[in-house]
């Protein structure tokens, strides 16, 4: 049975990415120990559009009343929530900016967290329509450590993967990396080698 992968980056540097190099780490682990996987790819860092009135008012149109237009609007969100849809993992490498997400990972979150697409109300508050599925964040950050007071980008993704249904959601960082870079990045490869694949 094929082992579905969706591999996420948004950090705005390319070559010199360390949540780059360790959320290929991670991938590389987690497709040798599943041998039929198929792998998507997705560079946040390549345009991706702020929700605007339009968008939320499309959104929230009925997909049968939907004008041409609004579906045009909603193509790139469709798309994306049917590549977390068919994962089985997602491997996200993301850096802080400034003690939270950065704006293009906000942005995918935005686009993906949708009513009756990735959760639904219902008589007992929302529900997430995400189920049995495993992320693996990749993290770097020049001075902020993971579950520290500075950190406001875990727990804010532990709950919106919580919210979509995802519960179990894991974190390997190089944390620190201007305050010892070598032992930060050696401290994540030794997390990721740990890793259960």
């Given at each position: 049975?094929?082992?579905?992968?969706?591999?996420?980056?948004?950090?705005?540097?390319s070559?010199a990415?360390?949540?780059?190099?360790?959320?290929?780490?991670?991938?590389?682990?987690?497709?040798?120990?599943?041998?039929?996987?198929?792998?998507?790819?997705?560079?946040?860092?390549?345009?991706?559009?702020?929700?605007?009135?339009?968008?939320?008012?499309?959104?929230?149109?009925?997909?049968?009343?939907r004008?041409?237009?609004?579906?045009e609007?909603?193509?790139?969100?469709?798309?994306?929530?049917?590549?977390?849809?068919?994962?089985?993992?997602?491997?996200?490498?993301?850096?802080?900016?400034?003690?939270?997400a950065?704006?293009?990972?906000?942005?995918?979150?935005?686009?993906?967290?949708?009513?009756?697409?990735?959760?639904?109300y219902?008589?007992?508050?929302?529900?997430?329509?995400?189920?049995?599925?495993?992320v693996?964040?990749?993290?770097?950050?020049?001075?902020?450590?993971?579950?520290?007071?500075?950190?406001?980008?875990?727990?804010?993704?532990t709950?919106?993967?919580?919210?979509?249904?995802?519960?179990?959601?894991q974190y390997?960082?190089?944390?620190?990396?201007?305050?010892?870079?070598?032992?930060?990045?050696?401290?994540?490869?030794?997390?990721?080698?740990?890793?259960?694949?």
């Open positions: 049975m094929t082992h579905n992968i969706l591999h996420i980056d948004a950090s705005a540097r070559g990415s360390i949540s780059r190099k360790l959320s290929a780490q991670v991938l590389g682990r987690v497709t040798t120990a599943n041998p039929d996987n198929s792998v998507v790819s997705r560079d946040l860092t390549q345009g991706f559009p702020f929700v605007s009135e339009d968008w939320i008012g499309a959104s929230y149109t009925p997909a049968a009343d004008t041409e237009a609004q579906k609007l909603l193509g790139l969100s469709n798309a994306l929530v049917a590549e977390i849809k068919a994962a089985d993992t997602i491997v996200l490498g993301t850096p802080i900016y400034n003690f939270a950065p704006a293009a990972l906000k942005s995918w979150i935005d686009m993906i967290a949708r009513v009756g697409e990735t959760f639904q219902g008589a007992n508050g929302p529900e997430g329509l995400l189920k049995n599925k495993r693996i964040v990749a993290l770097a950050s020049g001075g902020t450590q993971i579950g520290s007071p500075l950190d406001h980008i875990t727990p804010y993704l709950f919106i993967f919580g919210f979509m249904g995802i519960t179990d959601v390997i960082g190089a944390m620190g990396l201007n305050m010892g870079a070598d032992a930060a990045i050696a401290k994540a490869d030794a997390d990721i080698a740990a890793l259960a694949a």
